[in-house]
């Protein structure tokens, strides 16, 4: 045997490369046959209420790329979460893009925000982690309503186009589908990132960091890397609403909800996989939008409370941890 061959590193096992490939493919097959369930059924409340499911699948499933994998709690989600939608209405009004383009713009916002805040955070942890993200969304909201460019504190109007991309019959069917591709792409790139190298050192950043330091794993580089993905993935999952209610304004798109949820539904689900998101946000949003048709939408945090409550005393590793244990 050569030298060259004996020293030669291991390739990786064809069954992990080949389970990323059949998890991408069925996230696919998944996507497809809801797109064409919701066609089949052609309401525009279905569409709707598909979206704003849809929405929260992808902002849970960003938030807990670093709350759940890493263990860095963000109280900044609406802070993302609008910057994608406020890079959608400045893109809109510079250069006259329509949604699709503006997504990678937003992600690209996003993205840079979440780099930035790791680069000022590097150093800390806990408490202090969560307090710095909750003021990044006081500086963002401030700077939102202060710019005129972007509407101020009186918002912006976003029209949606007249013509509706084929083969779709109107645009909220339009909003809907690409809501779901986007979440299905979410939820692959977090299902790579937890079996990767990437999900293993960020398990130790989050069991113990000290520890990972003195064992040689690159804490603060998977943090930066963490708060780049996550940030970018929420400010896509923002990106569509202008377009979804046609109207943005900063008390909106910075609202209470939009961080509540973000953590609420990842603790309900499970956080230490990537199932656990969107099994929180698919429960709690469908309860929520079914108490906005039923009773009031100011009952949603209500909901949001009930159910975490519940979830925290009966199952405090979520609803995974309640199935692993269980089995």
């Avoid at 780099?115 to 590097?122: D, E, N, P, Y």
């Avoid at 790579?192 to 999900?199: A, H, M, N, Q, V």
């Avoid at 377009?243 to 008390?251: D, K, M, S, T």
């Avoid at 973000?262 to 709690?284: C, Q, R, Y």
Wanted: net charge positive; with cysteine.
């Amino acid at each position: 045997m050569s030298a060259t061959a004996a020293t030669s590193p291991p390739s990786l096992p064809a069954p992990r490369q080949l389970g990323h490939a059949g998890f991408w493919i069925a996230s696919a097959v998944v996507a497809l046959a809801l797109a064409l369930g919701l066609r089949a059924l052609g309401s525009e409340y279905a569409y709707f209420a598909a979206t704003f499911v849809l929405q929260y699948v992808i902002l849970a499933t960003a938030w807990n790329i670093l709350g759940g994998y890493a263990g860095y709690v963000n109280f900044g989600a609406a802070a993302f979460f609008a910057a994608g939608a406020y890079a959608t209405v400045a893109m809109g009004k510079a250069l006259g893009w329509g949604l699709v383009p503006s997504i990678g713009a937003a992600a690209l916002v996003g993205g840079a925000i979440g780099f930035g805040t790791g680069i000022l955070t590097l150093r800390l942890r806990g408490a202090y982690f969560a307090i710095a993200t909750l003021c990044l969304a006081v500086v963002l909201q401030t700077v939102v309503v202060n710019w005129s460019f972007l509407g101020g504190s009186r918002g912006a109007y976003v029209i949606r186009p007249r013509e509706v991309p084929w083969p779709f019959d109107t645009y909220s069917g339009f909003l809907c589908i690409l809501m779901l591709g986007l979440a299905a792409a979410s939820v692959a790139i977090a299902r790579t990132i937890e079996k990767s190298r990437l999900g293993l050192g960020l398990a130790a950043l989050r069991d113990d960091e000290a520890a990972a330091e003195a064992a040689g794993v690159p804490t603060l580089r998977l943090k930066l890397v963490a708060t780049t993905v996550s940030g970018a993935m929420m400010a896509v999952a923002g990106a569509p609403l202008p377009f979804l209610n046609g109207y943005v304004e900063p008390g909106g798109a910075f609202g209470l909800a939009y961080a509540v949820n973000a953590i609420a539904m990842p603790l309900i689900g499970g956080t230490a996989s990537w199932a656990g998101p969107v099994i929180g946000a698919t429960l709690l949003a469908s309860l929520q939008q079914a108490a906005t048709v039923t009773i009031s939408s100011a009952a949603n945090l209500l909901i949001v409370g009930v159910v975490l409550v519940v979830f925290v005393c009966a199952a405090p590793h979520g609803i995974i941890g309640l199935f692993r244990w269980r089995r």
